[in-house]
């Protein structure tokens, strides 16, 4: 496995950037590719998430390590950088949406993709446009943007329609790729940073994941 640095990113928080994160680092273990992930979220979520789960199950195997990566700390962000740009392996970066902090252009100027979560609504759209925008402009990283947390039972609604009209006009053809909807289900109602995926699970996130997986792969 060559080296490729992949950010999960988003301008508004709860589109599920850190879940996304974590859940593709298992996707890839599963793939059997070395996987890093580095936390750059001030608010540390998969670090946390990764303490309690050990603290719930001591003897877990790990299957994929996490650190945290100081966003304040300048110097260490470079250096970090730096270091992971010469592993062989997959390293994942779970970011806040924040193009003006000079650490996280550090972290975006490195990226070979950014995965961009989004929701099916008007709202989510322009923010995820805006953000994408600006970072085209500044930036060289592929974008991916996933449409998640999905509901079947919203789909026929006029708004999820128009936004998904608008996501396709607005961000697809002008700025990167869309991929396959992540659906809300139980199965997707958090994630575990220790458990492999059981079947539903997979088989929900396999084509969004998966047209990513080829891209960092081919």
């Excluded at 945290?68 to 250096?79: S, W, Y």
């Excluded at 925008?133 to 128009?162: L, Y």
Aim: hydrophobic share 40%.
């Amino acid at each position: 496995m060559n080296n490729k640095i992949i950010l999960t990113t988003a301008l508004k928080g709860g589109v599920g950037k850190s879940c996304l994160c974590a859940n593709f680092a298992t996707f890839f273990v599963e793939q059997g590719q070395p996987v890093m992930v580095l936390d750059a979220d001030i608010q540390q979520s998969i670090s946390r998430h990764r303490k309690r789960d050990l603290d719930s199950h001591p003897s877990a195997k790990i299957p994929w390590q996490v650190h945290f990566l100081n966003p304040t700390n300048l110097d260490g962000v470079r250096v970090m950088m730096e270091r992971v740009k010469k592993l062989p392996c997959i390293v994942l970066i779970d970011c806040p949406g924040n193009i003006q902090d000079p650490a996280l252009q550090i972290i975006y100027e490195a990226a070979d993709v950014a995965i961009i979560p989004y929701e099916l609504n008007s709202d989510s759209v322009d923010a995820t446009k805006i953000f994408a925008e600006v970072f085209k402009k500044n930036f060289t990283a592929k974008m991916f943007f996933i449409p998640n947390k999905v509901s079947a039972v919203f789909e026929k609604r006029g708004e999820v329609r128009k936004a998904r009209e608008d996501a396709v006009e607005a961000l697809s053809r002008k700025l990167g790729e869309i991929t396959p909807d992540i659906p809300l289900t139980t199965h997707l109602n958090g994630y575990s940073t220790l458990e492999l995926f059981n079947f539903e699970k997979r088989k929900a996130l396999k084509y969004a994941f998966g047209q990513i997986y080829k891209y960092v792969t081919c």
